[in-house]
């Protein structure tokens, strides 16, 4: 939901929620989209309000192993992203979102979460994913995925990105800046964004 507020470039928004947490929906953004689509966008008119963004003066990165998530000065937004796994189906893939040239909607929003087939087990018998299903998530297995077809061929790094801009909403607005990431998770993505905020 954050990914898709930040993506359609909303600001300034009152959330409820009436529950423990957000539902999955499809296990992508594509479905809030278009809930947000269907409310529409009113621009802002308290002119005070409007955020201007701030340029990124020097490389900032949080690290992991071979894991990293950095800001890099740039002359404007983009993301880029990659992911590297062993799992033949997965393997390594990348893929580069610029908000000025590829829509949110079409491109980042409609990639579902993906998980690993001989995880799901262990994440169950930890009482986690409860609400998850082969409707909600892609899973591949060893032989390949279980419930294609894609949305995209890289699809599961697509959602990556997703992820990665959900977490960097909680900037309230993005820094001009190239964000980069490798093999990196809400924990790093989130690592980044206190780092950024101490700077800022
Ligand atoms: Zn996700």
Same mark, same amino acid.
Request: glycine share 8%; net charge negative.
């Given at each position: 939901?954050?990914?898709?507020?930040? =993506?359609?470039?909303?600001?300034?928004?009152?959330?409820?929620? #009436?529950?423990?947490? %957000?539902?999955? %929906?499809?296990?992508?953004?594509? #479905?809030?989209?278009?809930?947000?689509?269907?409310?529409?966008?009113?621009?802002?008119?308290?002119?005070?309000?409007?955020?201007?963004?701030?340029?990124?003066?020097?490389?900032?990165?949080?690290?992991? =192993?071979? *894991?990293?998530?950095?800001?890099?000065? &740039? +002359?404007?937004?983009?993301?880029?992203? =990659?992911?590297?796994? #062993?799992?033949? &189906?997965?393997?390594?893939?990348? $893929?580069?979102? @610029? +908000?000025?040239?590829?829509?949110? *909607?079409?491109?980042?929003?409609?990639?579902?979460?993906?998980?690993?087939? $001989?995880?799901?087990?262990?994440?169950?018998?930890?009482?986690?994913?409860?609400?998850?299903?082969?409707? @909600?998530?892609?899973?591949?297995? *060893?032989?390949?995925?279980? @419930?294609?077809?894609?949305?995209?061929? @890289?699809?599961?790094?697509? $959602?990556?990105?997703?992820?990665?801009?959900? #977490?960097?909403?909680?900037?309230?607005?993005? +820094?001009?800046?190239?964000?980069? &990431?490798?093999?990196?998770? $809400?924990?790093?993505?989130?690592?980044?964004?206190?780092?950024?905020?101490?700077?800022?």
């Amino acid at each position: 939901m954050l990914a898709s507020l930040a =993506g359609l470039g909303v600001d300034d928004v009152c959330i409820e929620v #009436d529950g423990s947490e %957000l539902p999955l %929906l499809d296990g992508s953004a594509r #479905d809030w989209v278009a809930a947000i689509a269907q409310a529409g966008l009113v621009p802002q008119s308290d002119l005070s309000a409007v955020r201007s963004p701030h340029p990124v003066s020097e490389p900032i990165f949080v690290r992991q =192993g071979d *894991a990293f998530v950095a800001a890099i000065p &740039a +002359p404007e937004l983009r993301f880029t992203y =990659g992911i590297d796994f #062993d799992l033949a &189906a997965i393997g390594n893939q990348w $893929h580069s979102w @610029n +908000p000025a040239q590829d829509s949110f *909607a079409e491109t980042i929003a409609p990639a579902r979460t993906f998980g690993l087939a $001989h995880q799901i087990d262990q994440l169950r018998a930890s009482g986690l994913i409860k609400g998850g299903s082969l409707d @909600n998530a892609l899973v591949c297995g *060893a032989d390949g995925w279980i @419930n294609p077809p894609l949305r995209f061929s @890289n699809e599961p790094v697509r $959602h990556k990105l997703l992820d990665l801009i959900g #977490d960097l909403s909680l900037l309230g607005s993005f +820094p001009t800046a190239h964000f980069l &990431a490798y093999k990196a998770s $809400h924990s790093l993505h989130t690592q980044l964004v206190e780092k950024l905020m101490s700077v800022a």
